[in-house]
């Protein structure tokens, strides 16, 4: 198997968590996420209807408008609903963040045999994460390779 199969392999939970354009898009982030900015919340808070936004985004929306309505499901407010931090949700939310930081720090190097150490680069070409020491195994490795099946040099 080519290394890049091999890895992927070896960790299926990444390649079925990443999005097309390679961040993270498991379900908790889809709940966690506000459907204004796209993007994890930053403050929740939840309108009457019981959806929840970043504070600032609804307050965007809700800026220089006669009427407040819900972004999601449209529902119209006779007047302005007083927002509050969801803080429960908010603890959520951060929890998830400093989970999803730590996965992220946390890359071993792929080569090492015994004692996995962590990695300090990683290859763009095959997926491999690795020490500095072992660049040069990385990059011979593409050499045969692409030699073999005479393309241009890897990238790595």
């Known amino acids: ?10 960790l299926p939970h990444v390649s079925s968590a990443l999005g097309p354009d390679g961040a993270y898009s498991g ?10 900015c796209l993007d994890v919340f930053n403050d929740p808070v939840t309108t009457p209807c019981g959806h929840n936004f970043c504070k600032t985004c609804l307050n965007k929306c809700w800026t220089n408008t006669q009427s407040c ?12 609903p007083a927002i509050k931090i969801n803080t429960t949700l908010r603890e959520v939310v951060q929890h ?15 080569i090492c045999d015994e004692r996995k150490q962590k990695a300090v ?3 763009l070409t095959c997926l491999v994460s690795y020490l500095t020491i072992f660049f040069l195994l990385v990059f011979r490795n593409h ?14």
């Open 143 to 156: 050499a045969e390779q692409n030699e073999t099946n005479k393309s241009v040099l890897g990238k790595c």
């Open 27 to 36: 379900p908790l982030n889809e709940e966690l996420q506000c459907s204004i």
């Open 96 to 110: 998830f963040k400093e989970k999803l930081n730590q996965e992220e720090s946390e890359v071993f190097c792929d």
């Open 69 to 80: 309505f819900c972004p999601l499901c449209k529902e119209t407010f006779s007047r302005r």
């Open 1 to 10: 198997l080519p290394l890049k199969a091999t890895l992927l392999k070896k």
């Open 121 to 123: 680069k990683s290859c």
